[in-house]
């Protein structure tokens, strides 16, 4: 259980942290918002980033990548969070790319893992059909006949399905919505007949899509796997988030303290008001705490531990709690300004807030908790 970064770690934590800052600073997420960029992420960029191997680092040598853990995605993924990048590392490697990954299709790993690497080929995954997150809750019908599947059905909230490639629909072959048996994965081509992508936007400026699927046919070697993948993929792409959320948690503290430290009031200044130190210690406590539970369940994930599922929800509960703690109080502090969309910190309390819902917020994730450990 490490909850330190070794050496290597830390170097490429400080690489992140170089390439971040110089291409990707706050206001070119708030710019890509404003024009309603059709990407909504710079493709350039995620170029960069492939050649830099961060879209490789789950990957094998043999699929173009590092063979690195989900730490070191992690590391990543928490400096992208400070800066609130808009990249879809979420959505193409861990969601899309991770189904096809973990699963036993080395056809189609073949085929599709060297394309991601290079940051050529994008992924993503359509699970949810309602407002909240609740992953065996499946509609969407995978009809099998003569060797081919009939998928109809809607999903909604597909982060970033609007510029995908290849899609990873999660459908039911039998049972009834909420049965975890039944579900199917299958890779299917954002440009196949009966396929309709619709853009949304999230509430933190990051894309997403509404994905309709009619009579959408797909050969039986595009099935990857089944609920056992998905839970793998959701436990990976959980942590992970997980890492992400600690990132942009600590900016707004950060930038949070900073004000305390810079705004006066009557004569001094408001970080030395006694309340406003309590309110920040709990802050501190509680971002400690996230980051330590964090570090634990993406060693949990590496290690193959049988207790990764319990410690991925216990980061997500954790994170969540301290994202919604530390997203309220930083807007608080901050004052008027902080209610202003025209002051960072509002980016920070939105991102948070859309990050906290996603894949499971802390009450979910408590209850599944509490369901692995046997209550």
Same mark, same amino acid.
């Given at each position: 259980?490490?909850?330190? /970064?070794?050496?290597?770690?830390?170097?490429?934590?400080?690489?992140?942290?170089?390439?971040l800052a110089d291409n990707s600073p706050v206001k070119r997420m708030r710019d890509l918002r404003d024009e309603n960029d059709a990407t909504g992420f710079t493709r350039a960029l995620w170029k960069e980033m492939a050649d830099l191997g961060w879209v490789g680092i789950l990957l094998s040598e043999e699929h173009g990548g590092s063979e690195m853990g989900l730490a070191e995605l992690?590391?990543?993924?928490?400096?992208?969070?400070?800066?609130?990048?808009?990249?879809?590392?979420?959505? %193409?490697?861990?969601?899309?790319?991770?189904?096809?990954?973990?699963?036993?299709?080395?056809?189609?790993?073949?085929?599709?893992?060297?394309?991601?690497?290079?940051?050529?080929?994008?992924?993503?995954?359509?699970?949810?059909?309602?407002?909240?997150?609740?992953?065996?809750?499946?509609?969407? &019908?995978?009809?099998?006949?003569?060797?081919?599947?009939?998928?109809?059905?809607?999903?909604?909230?597909?982060?970033?399905?609007?510029?995908?490639?290849? !899609?990873?629909?999660?459908?039911?072959?039998?049972?009834?919505?909420?049965?975890?048996?039944?579900?199917?994965?299958?890779?299917?081509?954002?440009?196949?007949?009966?396929? %309709? !992508?619709?853009?949304?936007?999230?509430?933190?400026?990051?894309?997403?899509?509404?994905?309709?699927?009619?009579?959408?046919?797909?050969?039986?070697?595009? /099935?990857?796997?089944?609920?056992?993948?998905?839970?793998?993929?959701?436990?990976?792409? &959980?942590?992970?988030?997980?890492?992400?959320?600690?990132?942009?948690?600590?900016?707004?503290?950060?930038? &949070? /303290?900073?004000?305390?430290?810079?705004?006066?009031?009557?004569?001094?200044?408001?970080?030395?008001?006694?309340?406003?130190?309590?309110?920040?210690?709990?802050?501190?406590?509680?971002?400690?705490?996230?980051?330590?539970?964090?570090?634990?369940?993406?060693?949990?994930?590496?290690?193959?531990?049988?207790?990764?599922?319990?410690?991925?929800?216990?980061?997500?509960?954790?994170? %969540?709690?301290?994202?919604?703690?530390?997203?309220?109080?930083?807007?608080?502090?901050?004052?008027? &300004?902080?209610?202003?969309?025209?002051?960072? !910190?509002?980016?920070?309390?939105?991102?948070?807030?859309?990050?906290?819902?996603?894949?499971?917020?802390?009450?979910?994730?408590?209850?599944?908790?509490? %369901?692995?450990?046997?209550?």
């Amino acid at each position: 259980m490490a909850l330190t /970064l070794s050496e290597d770690q830390l170097l490429l934590r400080e690489t992140a942290q170089t390439f971040l800052a110089d291409n990707s600073p706050v206001k070119r997420m708030r710019d890509l918002r404003d024009e309603n960029d059709a990407t909504g992420f710079t493709r350039a960029l995620w170029k960069e980033m492939a050649d830099l191997g961060w879209v490789g680092i789950l990957l094998s040598e043999e699929h173009g990548g590092s063979e690195m853990g989900l730490a070191e995605l992690g590391v990543v993924l928490l400096e992208c969070g400070r800066v609130l990048a808009p990249e879809p590392l979420l959505s %193409s490697v861990l969601l899309g790319g991770n189904a096809v990954r973990l699963s036993g299709n080395e056809a189609l790993q073949k085929d599709v893992l060297p394309a991601l690497a290079t940051g050529d080929r994008l992924l993503a995954m359509a699970l949810e059909e309602s407002g909240r997150f609740a992953p065996y809750a499946t509609l969407t &019908t995978a009809k099998e006949s003569g060797g081919s599947y009939t998928i109809d059905g809607t999903k909604r909230y597909v982060l970033d399905g609007h510029v995908a490639d290849q !899609i990873v629909v999660v459908a039911r072959t039998s049972g009834s919505a909420g049965d975890r048996d039944g579900l199917a994965l299958l890779l299917v081509d954002a440009n196949a007949a009966g396929v %309709s !992508i619709e853009r949304t936007s999230m509430i933190d400026g990051r894309n997403a899509a509404h994905v309709k699927l009619e009579g959408v046919e797909v050969g039986a070697d595009r /099935l990857l796997g089944n609920a056992d993948l998905l839970d793998s993929v959701l436990d990976q792409a &959980t942590a992970a988030l997980a890492a992400e959320m600690l990132g942009t948690t600590e900016e707004a503290f950060e930038r &949070t /303290l900073a004000y305390l430290k810079d705004r006066e009031q009557f004569g001094v200044k408001i970080g030395t008001f006694q309340a406003l130190k309590h309110r920040a210690g709990e802050m501190f406590a509680e971002l400690e705490f996230a980051r330590s539970i964090m570090l634990d369940a993406l060693s949990a994930v590496d290690e193959g531990r049988d207790d990764a599922p319990q410690a991925v929800s216990a980061a997500k509960a954790q994170c %969540s709690k301290a994202a919604r703690l530390i997203g309220a109080e930083a807007i608080q502090m901050h004052g008027g &300004t902080g209610m202003t969309d025209e002051e960072d !910190i509002g980016l920070f309390f939105k991102r948070l807030k859309a990050a906290e819902v996603s894949l499971g917020d802390a009450t979910y994730h408590q209850r599944r908790f509490a %369901s692995l450990q046997g209550y």
